[in-house]
């Protein structure tokens, strides 16, 4: 479900699995949160791209794994916060491509990348609110630091869908392409810096990101035990047989 290929610097990670759109299961995001360290440790890797199969980059946590956790006596820390932590935790620059919809996590986990190339049929979106839930990856400190406390939220409260060229100029995106081009230049991107003196790279990252690191972390984990006392309120558990009987 998440394919992987290394060529010339680059380590390319791939969601594919399109016939749900790309959501993803805990066995996925450990999948992710593996490559991601591997690749990071690995001194040929000068670079990670980041995309998803199918014209789509993902529609967020799959649903079931919601429902599973939220019956869980005892549930088992959440795969998809590793794999934020995976990313947190990375010095190797990361690109990703977004084609179509990024929904929840899918828009949230942009936060913790370095360079996002979307398409303009890119749609961003985090309904946490609407399922009763809580904003996660530490996006109640890394959204109103990229785009601000009042877009921020726009997208965490009041659920709005934003288009690629709104989150270009909003700042959630870097840079936008035409349909279908998302992945082409983000590794047009990761090649160029393939080129680049590894350790320079690695240093200036930890640099650009040290003056918030420690108020993001904080963040991840005041999120995470909210997010997990929410996800078993009748809220949540409303909200989840609601989406069932559709």
């Known amino acids: 479900m998440i394919d992987s290929q290394h060529s010339h610097g680059v380590f390319q990670l791939v969601i594919n699995r399109p016939e749900k759109k790309n959501a993803l299961t805990r066995e996925m995001y450990q999948q992710l949160s593996d490559a991601v360290i591997r ?14 199969a199918g014209g789509v980059f993902t529609a967020g946590n799959d649903l079931d794994d919601f429902r599973a956790r939220a019956t869980d006596e005892h549930p088992k820390p959440s795969a998809g916060l590793a794999f934020i932590e995976a990313l947190m935790d990375c010095d190797t620059p990361v690109i990703a491509a977004v084609e179509g919809l990024a929904i929840g996590i899918g828009t949230t986990l942009l936060l913790h990348v370095d360079v996002v190339v979307a398409a303009e049929n890119a749609k961003f979106k985090t309904a946490f609110v ?18 601000g406390a009042r877009r921020a939220t726009d997208l965490l409260l009041l659920g ?31 090649a160029s810096l393939a080129n ?45 047989a609601k989406l069932t009987r559709r």
Do not use: Y
């Not at 809580?134 to 890394?142: H, N, Q, R």
């Not at 709005?160 to 349909?179: F, K, P, T």
């Not at 930890?206 to 904080?218: D, G, Y």
């Open 130 to 147: 609407d399922l009763g839930l809580v904003p996660e990856a530490a996006s109640t400190v890394t959204m109103p630091l990229h785009l």
């Open 39 to 52: 690749a990071n440790e690995d001194e040929a890797v000068n670079a990670i791209v980041i995309s998803g």
């Open 160 to 190: 709005e869908v934003i288009s690629g060229s709104d989150a270009r100029e909003c700042g959630l995106v870097s840079r936008i392409v035409d349909d279908g081009q998302a992945l082409v230049e983000a590794l047009a991107l990761a």
């Open 196 to 240: 680049k003196p590894r350790e320079a790279l690695r240093a200036s990252k930890r640099l650009i990101r040290a003056p918030w690191r420690e108020q993001i972390k904080q963040a991840l984990e005041r999120e995470r035990q909210v997010f997990s006392e929410r996800l078993r309120s009748e809220d949540c558990r409303a909200a989840l």
